[in-house]
């Protein structure tokens, strides 16, 4: 499978744990965009990296919420002290500047916090 | 700042039916508009785009700037149109390509 993947698909935790999710693009795409969905809601953009760097956070992404890039190939989304509000499906998507920059996305992860 | 409001949540049709999904949006430059579709236990995956200006899958939407819209529409809805529907816009700046998503329109088409 050539697409965008996500690991973990699921993570359950509580409330004041870290976790870290992963995302690896298609391969020659250099942008990569973190997207948060709640129940009933579309998604909502948190950031986006052009290589490694990250060019645009959202005001959504509190201080809690950390994304790297570090090789301008896959990404981590860490968020610190997570609090039940926290639980959402987090999406993750990579395009190509410059080849219509169509956003492919991946499976998702889905976040429940206790 | 861009917002994409899509006032149906729910729209159900029967198989061979119109369907037009609804879309407006505000932005005060020129953005691009997407409808991207969400199939059952399916990833997002983008349908259509309006500047390619084509018909997928028998789906085709016009952007009107007049009336701030871009509707989805098909004349003769098949059952594998069910689906989850969203409307997005980009700033069409350059280099500015993050997606601003409406809150989605489940399409359920019986037989």
């Known amino acids: 499978d050539t697409g965008v993947s996500q690991d973990p698909r699921h993570k359950i935790t509580k409330r004041g744990q870290n976790v870290t999710f992963r995302c690896d693009p298609i391969s020659e795409h250099n942008r990569l965009y973190w997207y948060r969905q709640t129940l009933g809601q579309g998604p909502e953009f948190l950031t986006y990296f052009q290589n490694e760097a990250q060019l645009e956070k959202s005001r959504l992404l509190s201080d809690r919420f950390s994304a790297e890039r570090p090789k301008g190939s896959f990404s981590t989304l860490e968020i610190q002290r997570t609090e039940q509000g926290d639980s959402a499906m987090y999406l993750c998507?990579?395009?190509?500047?410059?080849?219509?920059?169509?956003?492919?996305f991946g499976p998702g992860t889905r976040l429940t916090v206790l | 700042a861009q917002r994409v409001t899509q006032p149906e949540k729910l729209l159900s049709v029967f198989k061979g039916a119109p369907v037009e999904l609804k879309c407006n949006y505000s932005y005060s430059g020129s953005p691009e508009l997407f409808w991207y579709v969400q199939y059952s236990r399916q990833r997002l995956q983008l349908l259509l785009r309006h500047i390619s200006r084509e018909s997928i899958k028998g789906f085709t939407a016009d952007l009107n700037k007049g009336e701030t819209s871009f509707h989805l529409k098909k004349p003769f809805a098949q059952e594998e149109d069910s689906a989850m529907y969203y409307c997005a816009l980009t700033r069409g700046e350059s280099g500015y390509s993050t997606l601003t998503f409406g809150k989605g329109t489940m399409l359920l088409v019986s037989p």
């Open positions: 998507a990579s395009s190509l500047a410059g080849a219509g920059d169509t956003q492919y």
